[in-house]
């Protein structure tokens, strides 16, 4: 059966360059690259060197990239490590109500331990408005942390705009740039950011590393103790493998963004006018413009968005009802909701986030089978007869 991958917005393959490039870590230069010796130089030297590409891509100083366990940890890290590190200052965080869980959670962990927590409505396209965040910053407010590109509707945040307002109030900025690394060509410089956290795995690198960028001065407590490796903000022996892995998934990204965003560009635009051409009773969540272009979430009236991921799983086309973690939760998605999409539209949502293995041959192919299977999850749905008659 040919089968269709659309939910790299869960996770990617690994890139057949970033194998390459990882493959002598795991047995010829496996030092630990805190030992001393030769085998250790070797792990420290490369490891140094993945630090020093990456800052490069970024535009950031290698001194100010901790490399950790992905985009949960690097999350978890920026905000509990700022809250607690500047709480004599105040206990107050801002972030949104479209927060990936990484995020969300850990603002909810600090509730419990007596901060005070702001979530910042969105539009009905899912964005934060900077007017919203100004008004929301109080003399006790330490860190906003609002997300870059939304891993469910692909929304794009004005980040720029949020970051001159947390510059001029003087307070700290965390970022979750987990979905736009990759898929914007972005500048840590130009966002103006004091934190930002990267998942290897969302970018064609392996599973299970990432990394946080600090800005040098910000004022940081580590989360993970032990040997003081990372200059003792993040212990743990390094997984130099990953780093290597996440390092070339990083460069080779960026080496092709501009032509992967047209290509994308074109694929989600033909997906979605042909979904709209055959398919009734559906619903566009999120801009259709202000997106990263490999993101389309829709809402199909009077089905279960789990129904339909597992129908056309049974047909080799991998989809989501929106973040993976949320999957298995009959919950709607609380960012399609924060936009003020009815319950029932959100619960019949579907992310299809595509990417490097799809071609425009994928969209007929799968808008046929697609087509279908709304047709008869609906031929068998009460909740259709009753809306259309
Ligand atoms: C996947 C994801 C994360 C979590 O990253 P992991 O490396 O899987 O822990 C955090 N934020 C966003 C927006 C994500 O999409």
Redesign the pocket.
């Given at each position: 059966m040919r089968t269709v991958y659309l939910d790299h917005?869960?996770?990617t393959p690994v890139h057949p360059g970033v194998l390459d490039a990882m493959l002598p870590y795991f047995s010829q230069v496996f030092g630990n690259a805190s030992s001393l010796h030769q085998s250790g130089r070797e792990a420290k030297a490369a490891l140094e060197n993945a630090r020093q590409s990456i800052a490069e891509v970024l535009g950031c100083r290698a001194s100010e990239i901790i490399f950790t366990?992905?985009?949960?940890?690097?999350?978890n890290f920026a905000i509990k490590g700022t809250a607690f590190a500047n709480r004599k200052k105040g206990k107050h965080i801002i972030t949104s109500s479209i927060?990936?869980?990484?995020?969300e959670i850990s603002c909810r962990f600090l509730e419990k331990e007596g901060f005070e927590v702001t979530f910042l409505p969105v539009d009905s396209c899912g964005f934060v408005d900077p007017d919203d965040l100004k008004k929301a910053i109080r003399p006790n407010t330490t860190l906003v942390t609002i997300?870059y590109?939304?891993?469910e509707t692909g929304v794009i945040q004005d980040i720029e705009a949020l970051g001159s307002v947390t510059r001029e109030a003087g307070v700290y900025f965390h970022t979750?740039a987990?979905?736009a690394t990759g898929k914007i060509p972005y500048k840590i410089d130009d966002i103006g950011c004091d934190m930002l956290?990267i998942?290897?795995?969302?970018l064609y690198g392996p599973?299970?590393v990432?990394l946080l960028y600090i800005k040098s001065g910000t004022n940081i407590i580590p989360w993970n103790e032990g040997g003081g490796h990372e200059k003792g903000m993040r212990a743990g022996t390094e997984n130099v493998a990953g780093i290597i892995g996440l390092a070339e998934a990083i460069k080779i990204a960026h080496k092709d963004i501009a032509a992967r965003t047209v290509k994308l560009n074109k694929i989600t635009r033909k997906f979605y006018e042909s979904i709209k051409a055959r398919i009734p009773d559906i619903q566009f969540n999120g801009h259709y413009e202000k997106r990263v272009p490999n993101t389309i979430n829709i809402s199909f009236k009077a089905i279960e968005g789990e129904a339909i991921v597992l129908s056309l799983d049974m047909k080799g086309i991998m989809v989501s009802t929106g973040?993976?973690c949320t999957s298995g939760a009959t919950d709607p998605s609380h960012v399609l909701r924060a936009m003020g999409v009815s319950r029932e539209m959100a619960q019949g949502s579907i992310r299809f986030s595509f990417g490097r293995s799809n071609s425009i041959e994928d969209v007929d192919y799968v808008v046929d089978i697609l087509a279908k299977e709304v047709n008869r999850l609906r031929s068998i749905s009460p909740l259709y007869a009753d809306s259309s008659g």
């Open positions: 917005n869960a996770t366990s992905g985009g949960t940890e690097s999350d927060e990936h869980h990484a995020v997300m590109a939304n891993n979750d987990v979905q956290s998942s290897a795995h969302k599973k299970g990432g973040s993976a």
